[in-house]
């Protein structure tokens, strides 16, 4: 999420006194049915208390937000605010939103819930599959919180006024809606249920007929007409029946469905190197019965290990299929963390053209040159640091102290836990209600914590290019550096922050909005952005020394990288016949758009998916290969006139396509005009990237 309208705030500084996860504003609850501690709260086998009192220690010194901007929160007592999930929309704003765990939708509605499963279709410019009412129950509730998560699930609490009705929990990659009642009470379902036999440990399965679909329904209840009557910790269970599903497939599937899901669980590993190797991803659905259940994976996703029917959901990404198993597992290929342009193969002239660009680039950086907002100071220090490392490359051992010695002094602000209390810009505060840290000056919502690991991805690689093989560096800027990496994605919950802020393990990308105020969900618009965070912290994991770090930025990076090539950059759109475009660039969790927060310039939705470039970037950006390059192109400068808004980069893209295109890029790129070189580039770079592809 990008919002155009940045706030800057200009604070004094002020101590910090760090409380108990409990957020200001937050409602109390008592947490869901037998459910363990999730990443919602911090856990009791987190880190070790050296670490975690050396953490508050930091965040301390660096002092507090005058003021939060979360405002009142549907959250339980205990929970550290969950931004930038799929259902953060439940928790923030006046009213609950829509959310869509894949492959349905589900909402709070006036006495309990209603869920659906998506029509998708399509427009010139827009996949859609909004949220529908198709079923749904009434609880007798009027009000709701989020009263457990982990980086999967979500339990909401549903009260009437101070007393607790029920729970129920909702997964990505989950068909079910799972709930459970707290004490007896007779519920009733949007319409009639029809009954079709008895379900395992003595359920009852019947089916909804419902705005053209039907559900199906698994409960430990009495069942009649509409009307459910439930005991204590009585449950139901509604999933949406595939279509063309036999009877024979429908009891399978409701034998699957008939233990509520609870939570799920989050491993990683790799194996291998990290050029031949592959990034694991291991999500375990919990049930109540610790047995198999419905499991939807992502089109595309390269899921093991699962019994699949031969049935589909619809999904705005494509047919996924219908499988039962209890452990959800996929992998990515390992991507090299790298900052660093491979220049070995640049002829004498080349060399020399780029020896004295670089000089030329040089020359016009002063302490102007840096901007003072997270989002601009990031993107400056960025470009910076590496025309610094082209300056080391090529042995201009003059202008890379000049240009290192400008980005320590401003690295050396944005770490110092006083900077505030300097200028009230280029420095960070500790929001305590919403557990995380907000650049000064906030810009594009970031207040709201909206785009973090895009601002502070910009940063992490910055100080990993200039720290490199400096223990010096590394032990000033750490302290603050690593509450930055820490912010955007923390291994595990903390009592200072969240696990993993803004990645989704399931659709395997970021979410970009902090507080999702949208009916259609959660959004990302540059997977680009985020591919260069996640590679940024991979790199200063390794330049600090921390292999842990280091390691959950190679998972990070490999995940973002397959998501951001099979969904956006090269997606498989032939379920889609009424879309017009060759990328999808603004990705939501109900639909999916041929557009930008920001221009409506055809070079934009292409160009917001490539900036910075990082080294890295060429391993993945091209998997479409010439074809798809061109397709791109054809689209972003119809007229082939790359003095557009992210020319640079479309010329470094199309650089990929090797051969004549790459040599008509190197010369487009040598006359692009300097206004459309994007500020967290150079003419410099955009060169040497072109020239390395030679």
């Not at 002063?366 to 090529?394: C, H, I, M, P, W």
């Not at 110092?416 to 209600?433: A, I, K, L, M, N």
Request: with cysteine; charged share 20%.
């Amino acid at each position: 999420m990008r919002l155009r309208a940045a706030a800057v705030a200009l604070v004094a500084a002020s101590a910090l006194v760090l409380t108990a996860c409990t957020g200001t504003g937050a409602e109390t609850g008592t947490g869901g049915p037998d459910r363990a501690t999730g990443t919602g709260s911090p856990s009791a086998d987190g880190p070790d208390r050296e670490q975690a009192r050396d953490q508050a220690r930091a965040l301390a010194a660096l002092g507090a937000v005058p003021k939060t901007t979360a405002g009142t929160m549907r959250l339980a007592d205990g929970l550290v605010p969950p931004t930038n999930r799929w259902f953060s929309g439940l928790v923030y704003g006046a009213a609950p939103q829509p959310v869509f765990p894949t492959p349905i939708s589900w909402q709070v509605s006036d006495d309990g819930f209603a869920a659906g499963l998506p029509v998708v279709s399509a427009t010139e410019k827009t996949i859609a599959g909004g949220a529908v009412q198709q079923v749904g129950l009434d609880l007798g509730a009027d009000r709701t919180l989020v009263s457990a998560y982990d980086q999967v699930s979500v339990t909401v609490e549903h009260r009437d006024g101070d007393r607790v009705v029920g729970h129920t929990v909702l997964a990505q990659g989950s068909p079910l809606v799972s709930y459970t009642a707290k004490a007896g009470q007779t519920v009733r379902a949007t319409s009639s249920i029809t009954a079709t036999g008895d379900g395992p440990d003595g359920t009852t399965t019947g089916t909804i007929a419902a705005d053209g679909r039907t559900w199906g329904v698994v409960t430990s209840g009495d069942v009649s007409g509409s009307a459910i009557e439930l005991g204590r910790g009585g449950t139901v269970v509604l999933f949406p029946v595939p279509d063309d599903a036999t009877g024979k497939q429908v009891r399978a599937l409701s034998t699957a469905a008939a233990s509520p899901l609870q939570q799920v669980t989050l491993a990683r590993s790799s194996t291998g190197t990290a050029t031949h190797g592959e990034q694991r991803t291991a999500l375990g659905y919990r049930t109540a019965a610790r047995g198999d259940t419905v499991i939807v994976p992502q089109p595309g996703q390269g899921a093991t290990g699962l019994d699949c029917t031969g049935l589909h959901y619809a999904t705005i990404t494509g047919d996924a299929p219908v499988c039962t198993g209890d452990v959800l597992r996929f992998a990515a290929p390992s991507l090299q963390a790298d900052d660093r342009l491979d220049l070995s193969r640049l002829s004498s002239s080349e060399r020399d053209e780029l020896t004295g660009q670089v000089r030329a680039d040089a020359g016009a950086v002063s302490e102007a040159s840096f901007g003072a907002d997270s989002y601009g100071g990031g993107k400056d220090l960025y470009r910076v640091a590496n025309l610094y490392r082209l300056a080391t490359q090529l042995d201009l051992d003059d202008v890379a102290a000049g240009l290192r010695e400008q980005v320590v002094t401003q690295i050396d602000q944005w770490t110092d836990p006083e900077g505030c209390g300097v200028s009230g810009t280029r420095c960070f505060r500790y929001d305590d209600t919403v557990k995380g840290l907000v650049g000064q000056a906030p810009s594009y919502g970031s207040d709201e914590f909206n785009d973090h690991h895009f601002h502070y991805g910009y940063l992490l690689s910055a100080a990993a290019i200039v720290a490199d093989g400096s223990d010096e560096l590394v032990a000033a800027w750490a302290p603050v550096l690593d509450l930055v990496a820490a912010d955007i994605a923390s291994p595990e919950a903390t009592a200072s922050f969240p696990e993993l802020r803004v990645y989704d393990p399931y659709a395997q990308h970021s979410w970009a909005s902090g507080y999702s105020p949208f009916a259609d969900g959660n959004n990302q618009e540059s997977s680009s952005e985020a591919v260069s965070a996640w590679n940024g912290l991979a790199r200063w994991g390794t330049v600090s020394g921390s292999r842990s770090t280091a390691e959950l930025g190679s998972w990070l990076l490999a995940n973002e990288a397959v998501s951001a090539q099979r969904d956006v950059l090269d997606p498989d759109l032939r379920a889609f016949p009424g879309f017009e475009h060759t990328i999808v660039s603004l990705n939501w969790g109900g639909k999916r758009d041929h557009a930008t927060w920001f221009s409506a310039d055809p070079a934009a939705p292409a160009g917001i998916e490539l900036i910075p470039m990082p080294a890295v970037a060429a391993e993945y950006v091209a998997a479409g290969g010439k074809q798809q390059i061109g397709r791109v192109l054809d689209e972003a400068v119809p007229e082939g006139d790359y003095a557009v808004q992210f020319g640079d980069y479309l010329l470094m893209y199309r650089a990929l396509a090797s051969g004549s295109q790459a040599t008509a890029a190197l010369a487009a790129a040598r006359d692009l005009p300097a206004e459309d070189i994007d500020t967290g580039n150079t003419r410099s770079y955009l060169l040497a990237w072109i020239m390395a592809r030679g």
